[in-house]
Structure formats: C-alpha cells, structure tokens
C-alpha cells in the first residue's frame, strides 16, 4: 500500500482503543499521534497541520462535538467521529458539525482505517482533480487508479460497492450486464452476496447521479437481463 505519508490524530481516552488504532494506522503507513483530551487535541491541531483526526465522543474534559465545534473555527480537516452511542441524534449532531464519517463502537480497526484511507482519497481528489489518469466516457470520466468517477465537472462520491458497479458499466457502455457479471466485476461473490445486492446499490447510484444532474438517468434497466449504461 503506497500513499503519500499522512498525518493522523486521534483523539481518544481509552488507552486501549487508541493502542489499536494507532497500531492499525502506523501498520499501513500512516503517522499517527495521540491524545488523550480534548483541549491537548485542540491545542496540537492549532500547531500542526493534521490530514485527518479520529475523533471520541466521550473525552473526559469536554465532549468530541464540542472538540469539532471548535475545531470548526479554524479548520476543515476531515473527522471521523468514535462513537459509543449508535444512535440518530449523534450521527445528526456530528453530521452538522461536519463530520465526515463516524464509527459506532466497538468496531473493526482494519475498517476504520479502511474509512481513513477512503476520506483521504477523497480530500486529495477534491484538491486536485485533474491529476493524471482521467478517461472520459461520455460525459462520464473515470480514474481507475485513483478509483474515483466524475459526472461532468462533479467528482461523485461513491461507496466501494457504487464504484466498482459504475466501473464495471464504463469498461462497456451500452452493453447489458447481467446481475452476475456485475457482481463478478465488482467485488468478490463471496458469502450472501445476491442480486438483491446489486439492486440496491445500483438504486443508491442513481440517486447520487440524479443529485450530481444526469437526467434522463444514464443506467438503463433490461428486465430480467440487467443493466446498461448510457454514456
Ligand atoms: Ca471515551
């Protein structure tokens, strides 16, 4: 896994879940440092410039949405909240206060890191879109490297699963891919894997290029056969 060397804070007072996520981290590469209040976080990411932070909800000298709060005034670094709590009100909260991404504990530290290098991606993209490996389809552009898609001038965010069904479109336009070849093309058919799966996903897709201004909606539904792209 090569990427660029990334700073990482995380914020955190459980000794034992900031040893493994900072293991998780420092394991694929990233540079990862550690706090275990609130204001210490504050007062480091005023000196340094962080990539990204991690982000407890419950510290003991103030809590993580006021930590963002504040944070908030004098920087845009991508957060992703920890959260012990997996209710509505605190994905609301931290959505509001422009978090990123959140994780209810306990979770997985292969996935958070996961979740860390995929909001990386996608602040180093925004920063620089036209970096080298674009192809254009239409009025779609891919960059399979970088795994990301563009609708028009609007880089689309898509989940892992998003991508590779749209990635798999792009390789053929007009061509009719069957549930099967969708699934064999974008992930592996592993465990419960169903053509319910496929359906699901290719519904969040075409509400995300909706929302990016395809209209007529590029993905074309063949009964009982599959799917094709307009491009
Ligand atoms: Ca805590």
Redesign the pocket.
């Known amino acids: 896994m090569s990427h660029p060397l990334h700073n990482v804070l995380v914020v955190?007072?459980?000794t034992a879940i900031a040893e493994t996520v900072l293991y998780a981290l420092r394991s694929e590469g990233y540079a990862a440092r550690h706090c275990l209040l609130g204001n210490d976080a504050l007062a480091r990411l005023r000196q340094q410039a962080y990539d990204l932070v991690v982000l407890?909800?419950?510290?003991p000298d103030m809590s993580g949405f006021e930590v963002c709060r504040s944070l908030r005034t004098f920087s845009e670094v991508p957060v992703i909240f920890l959260t012990?709590r997996n209710d509505e009100f605190d994905r609301v909260l931290g959505l509001e206060l422009g978090a990123d991404d959140y994780m209810a504990k306990p979770f997985s530290p292969r996935e958070l890191v996961a979740r860390v290098r995929a909001r990386l991606r996608r602040a180093g993209s925004s920063a620089a879109p036209e970096s080298a490996g674009w192809q254009q389809l239409g009025r779609f552009a891919i960059d399979r490297e970088g795994r990301r898609i563009r609708f028009g001038e609007q880089l689309l965010d898509l989940t892992r699963y998003e991508y590779a069904l749209m990635a798999a479109l792009l390789q053929r336009p007009g061509a009719i891919l069957s549930r099967a070849q969708l699934m064999d093309r974008g992930w592996d058919s592993d465990a419960d894997s169903a053509d319910r799966t496929v359906d699901t996903h290719v519904k969040t897709l075409r509400a995300k290029l909706r929302a990016a201004g395809a209209d007529p909606d590029p993905i074309r539904t063949h009964r009982g056969l599959g799917y094709a792209l307009e491009a």
């Open positions: 955190e007072d459980e407890d909800v419950g510290l012990a």
